[in-house]
């Protein structure tokens, strides 16, 4: 009952794209696809953060010394884990809320229920800054400032947090790479989220 659901969401978020593609095209923009398959996101992306992860720790081992991982403490490890997942995606949903002209209405929040991965999706195109904000904020605010802030406090079980906080953002942060390395020359640009893919669909102003 829940594939269906999705499915069916899925189908109506299609054809919402699709028409809302054809109405950018009348009015002269160019579609732009910057998607990543399943596989890129769980190889490639998840590589890119390694230079991250590895930075932290030797952060870590510098300034709280490595007997601090004495302390881990592995309960509250697991339990910060699993409610940031959801709180990843509600960090996604608010700044896209905040983007979006429609607000909350704009954002969908579910599951893909045969992977087990919840998602964020905004209905609505966004501007490059907007779009780049809702997609790095919860590997910044859960990654990088959880990761200093273990690291000053010399907390074992947030610096792991915060390297697994880095590794579930990392098709964030590779799909912001893609979105820096395009270059719209100068044109104006809107930023939608794919219906059913990682990644995003770019509308170019043409003429």
């Known amino acids: ?20 593609c054809a109405q ?24 890119s953060t390694l230079p991250l992860i590895v930075l932290h720790v030797l952060l870590f081992g510098w300034i709280a010394g490595w007997r601090a991982f004495a302390d881990l403490d592995m309960g509250l490890l697991g339990t910060a ?16 809320a905040l983007a ?7 954002v969908e ?9 919840p998602y964020c999706y905004c209905a609505e195109p966004v501007s490059k800054g907007q779009y780049l904000t809702a997609l790095t904020m919860p590997g910044i605010l859960l990654g990088t400032v959880v990761g200093v802030m273990a ?23 590779f799909i912001a790479v893609m979105i820096f390395r395009y270059d719209s020359k100068g044109k104006q640009t809107l930023f939608l989220d794919h219906p059913d893919q990682p990644g995003l669909l770019v509308f170019q102003k043409e003429n």
């Open 100 to 106: 979006a002209p429609g607000g909350f209405r704009s």
């Open 151 to 173: 690291i000053c406090f010399g907390s074992a079980t947030w610096l792991l947090f915060s390297l697994v906080a880095y590794l579930l953002a990392s098709g964030d942060f």
């Open 1 to 20: 009952m829940k594939h269906e659901k999705t499915n069916e969401k899925m189908a109506q978020r299609k054809a919402r794209v699709q028409k809302r």
């Open 24 to 47: 950018f095209e009348a009015e002269g923009y160019r579609q732009i696809d910057l998607t990543i398959s399943a596989k890129t996101a769980n190889s490639r992306a998840v590589a």
């Open 81 to 96: 884990v699993l409610v940031s997942i959801v709180v990843h995606e509600l960090i996604h949903g608010l700044f896209f």
């Open 109 to 117: 929040f579910g599951v893909f229920w045969e992977s087990m991965n």
